[in-house]
T-cell receptor, first 110, second 115 residues
Framework: EDKVVQSPLSLVVHEGDTVTLNCSYE??????LLWYKQEKKAPTFLFML????IEKKSGRLSSILDKKELFSILNITATQTGDSAVYLC??????????FGQGTRLTINP | GAVVSQHPSRVICKSGTSVKIECRSL??????MFWYRQFPKQSLMLMAT?????????EQGVEKDKFLINHASLTLSTLTVTSAHPEDSSFYIC???????????FGSGTQLSVL
């Protein structure tokens, strides 16, 4: 059974801290891994990772994929209260469908 | 970036009625759209994959006769919840594939409340 597991499920830190969110997966015919940020409604796209070892970066956010160990991490440096959200990891597998992890609820306290 | 529009954003209906939710790709053609359901504090669960011009593919445990999906054009997919019951109350969200790199964009979601 395809599965995507995120950890931690919940994380509370202070503004300015650096956080690392984890995503491990076991899926058939892996194609790509995606990270999304969900605040109130629709998830917004952050990164898509297809190749192992290549870091993707956008401002204070960065992510990397390890296809040998079957995991990805999402790093957020110098966190701000606006980073508070649920971060979703999802994997596209052979049948082209997206399998989502449970999400990590990140809370940034001022 | 690509825009996916979903309507309505919120609907309250009586038990036994049917509700239609629309998902439109506004600035691109989407050959495939996906419908998800999300219960409070849970992740997105794929319900079905909607392909333009063909029957939708439903995930295990999702009743195709209850959740009717129509993808009649490259920019529109609809989900109809037939004979809705309180247990169908949930957040429904669609997404569409944009381009060959498989990046998905999401609609804004529909909060369905069945009384």
């Amino acid at each position: 059974e395809d599965k995507v597991v995120q950890s931690p499920l919940s994380l509370v830190v202070h503004e300015g801290d650096t956080v690392t969110l984890n995503c491990s997966y076991e899926v058939t015919n892996f194609r790509s891994l995606l990270w999304y940020k969900q605040e109130k409604k629709a998830p917004t796209f952050l990164f898509m990772l297809t190749s192992s070892g290549i870091e993707k970066k956008s401002g204070r956010l960065s992510s990397i994929l390890d296809k040998k160990e079957l995991f990805s991490i999402l790093n957020i440096t110098a966190t701000q209260t606006g980073d508070s959200a649920v971060y979703l990891c999802a994997v596209i597998q052979g049948a082209q469908k997206l399998v989502f992890g449970q999400g990590t609820r990140l809370t940034i306290n001022p | 970036g690509a825009v996916v529009s979903q309507h309505p954003s919120r609907v309250i209906c009586k038990s036994g009625t049917s509700v239609k939710i629309e998902c439109r790709s506004l600035d691109f053609q989407a050959t495939t759209m996906f419908w998800y359901r999300q219960f409070p504090k849970q992740s997105l669960m794929l319900m079905a994959t909607s392909n333009e011009g063909s029957k939708a593919t439903y995930e295990q445990g999702v009743e195709k006769d209850k959740f009717l999906i129509n993808h009649a054009s490259l920019t529109l997919s609809t989900l109809t919840v037939t004979s809705a019951h309180p247990e169908d109350s949930s957040f429904y969200i669609c997404s569409a594939r944009h381009g060959p790199n498989e990046k998905l964009f999401f609609g804004s979601g529909t909060q369905l409340s069945v009384l």
